[in-house]
């Protein structure tokens, strides 16, 4: 059975993404999801806001036993996103105390993160 895996993100469509950036934005995003779900793995992405409802979160992750939590870059890059991102880390490490947490360096390195906390042979 493939190790299942949660990417949070923040969506292109989001106020805190500039938009000028959105379109382009979106088609990396595309471009990721469709490599991870060409991956081996059980790859399902999560979209959240710091405004929007954080138990659809608590609820997601209790979909299932993830084995691999990836928090995207798009989380942990503006330094107002800082207690949010700790409140995501912190509920992950609560409700998946199992679970990898990975960190992309980038979107088109989220596979590179998951194969550093989940390397499947």
Do not use: C
Not at 5 to 22: E, K, N, Q, Y
Not at 33 to 44: F, G, I, L, R
Request: net charge negative; charged share 25%; aromatic share 8%.
């Amino acid at each position: 059975m493939a190790p299942s895996v949660l990417g949070l993100g923040i969506p292109a469509t989001s106020p805190l993404t500039p938009r000028l950036f959105r379109s382009g934005l979106q088609k990396v995003l595309t471009a990721m999801e469709a490599d991870m779900n060409a991956s081996p793995y059980d790859w399902e992405m999560f979209y959240l806001e710091p405004d929007g409802d954080f138990s659809l979160l608590v609820a997601k992750l209790r979909e299932k036993n993830w084995d691999v939590v990836m928090v995207g870059r798009g989380l942990r890059t503006l330094d107002s996103l800082t207690p949010f991102m700790e409140k995501i880390v912190n509920t992950v490490h609560e409700e998946l105390p199992k679970a990898k947490i990975a960190f992309n360096a980038t979107i088109d390195k989220t596979q590179e993160a998951v194969r550093r906390v989940m390397p499947i042979e």
